[in-house]
Structure formats: C-alpha cells, structure tokens
C-alpha cells in the first residue's frame, strides 16, 4: 500500500483530455514537499516528466501539465496520443520515520 | 547523461550480491544519488540514497531494506554501489540508480535481481 494514492487505471480516446491525481497526507504533500511525475513506457526506465509540482523538463510537451493543491496533485495530459500509453507515477518526500522519498502506486493509462 | 547498473543475477534466500552503477556525463562526485527498484509487475519503490562528500556522503534507507542493504559511493571511479544482504525472496525486481535531486531526473536501465532457491 503506497503513501501516495492514485488510480490504478485511467483511459481515453486519441485527442481526448485524461487526468490522474495523487493523494498524499500532512506528513508529504501536504507539508508543502514537492510532487514529481514520472512515465514508464513497457520495458523502459521511468522518465521524469514533471518536477517541482508543474516544470516540465526540455523535450516533454507542453500536452503534459501538472499543479498541486492541499495535500494532493495531479497530472492532466491533452490531445491524448498512442504514445501516451504508460504507467505514470507521483513522487514526493514524506517527513516521517527520518524521511524518505514517496511513490504512488501508479496509473495505467490506456489510449483507446 | 548515462547510467549503468550491473551486478544482478540468481541469489538464493539469505544470501548477499553487490550492485553497481558507473556514472558518467555529470559531476559524479557533487551528486546525490538513490536507488529505486521495481518487483515485476508492481510500482516503484525508493530503496535509499547517499548525499555526497561534502554532506558526509550520509545516507537514509526505506523501511523495508534498513539494517540489511548498504549503499556507498567511489568517487574516483564514478561509481554507485548497493551491498545487498539477508536477501529474501520479496528483494526480488530491477534495481535502477537515479540522480536525486529531490526529484530522480536521470536513472539508468536497471538490473534484475531474483532471490529464489
């Protein structure tokens, strides 16, 4: 069981708007810690997509935005292409036991 | 950028295995580093990190692997490692080294390792 919750599974058609959240607590998000998101194409390395709650890194398209609110964040991803089908994670810092990095569980998404 | 890990293989319950990761590209010896694994089929799953020399190249360690994995550095040779130890069979997935700058901005290919008798 993560610390981070997120839907085990999201889907869209082409073109289509998908978004994930990602649910975290007073001891992580919601301490004001920052929500990073990751892709992980099939029998790849996760990729950062996503830092510091809404910067994207040089070569990720701007279809891909994310924000942070409270003690949760989301990933919102427009004009949905085939390539976009993925697993995708969030990731942040929780102040607890000594501290220790967060994954969510992570979102499948599916392009119809 | 590039990461390499090696090290990964077949163990048997119990046992031990050493995995490393050979940077290159980046001012290895400034850069925090972690490792994060993935058992098949499941999510993600940070193991530690170690800071580097100027932080006393300190390291914090997830719940699951404290007080049975160690993580150390070799600056001259550019090179991460993960001492595994007390392996059991949940140890079992690929093994990536990342660049930790809060975020994990760079990570290599992975290794796989699978403890099983």
């Known amino acids: 069981q993560s610390v981070l919750t997120q839907p085990p599974s999201v889907s869209g058609a082409p073109g289509q708007r998908v978004t994930i959240s990602c649910t975290g607590s007073s001891s992580n998000i919601g301490a004001d810690y920052d929500v990073h998101w990751y892709q992980q194409r099939p029998g790849l390395a996760p990729k950062l997509l996503i830092h510091?709650?809404?910067n994207r890194p040089s070569g990720v398209p701007d279809r891909f935005s994310a924000s942070r609110s409270g003690a949760s964040a989301s990933l919102a991803i427009t004009g949905l292409q085939e390539e976009d089908e993925a697993d995708y994670y969030c990731q942040s810092y929780d102040n607890t036991l000594g501290g220790f990095l967060i994954f969510g569980g992570g979102t499948k998404l599916t392009v119809l | 950028v590039q990461l390499v890990e090696s090290g990964g293989g077949l163990v048997e319950p119990g046992g031990s295995l050493r995995l490393s990761c050979a940077a290159s590209?980046?001012?290895?010896?400034?850069?925090?580093m972690s490792w994060v694994r993935q058992a098949p089929g499941k999510g993600l799953e940070w193991v530690g990190r170690?800071?580097?020399?100027?932080?006393?190249?300190?390291?914090l360690y997830g719940a699951p692997v404290k007080g049975r994995f160690t993580i150390s550095r070799d600056d001259s040779k550019n090179t991460l490692y993960l001492d595994m130890n007390s392996l059991k069979t949940d140890d079992t997935a690929v093994y990536y080294c990342?660049?930790?700058?809060?975020?994990?901005?760079?990570w290599g290919r992975g290794t796989l390792v699978t403890v099983s008798s």
């Open positions: 590209g980046f001012r290895f010896h400034t850069a925090l």
């Open positions: 170690i800071r580097d020399r100027s932080d006393g190249a300190t390291t």
């Open positions: 990342a660049t930790d700058r809060g975020d994990l901005d760079n």
């Open positions: 510091s709650n809404s």
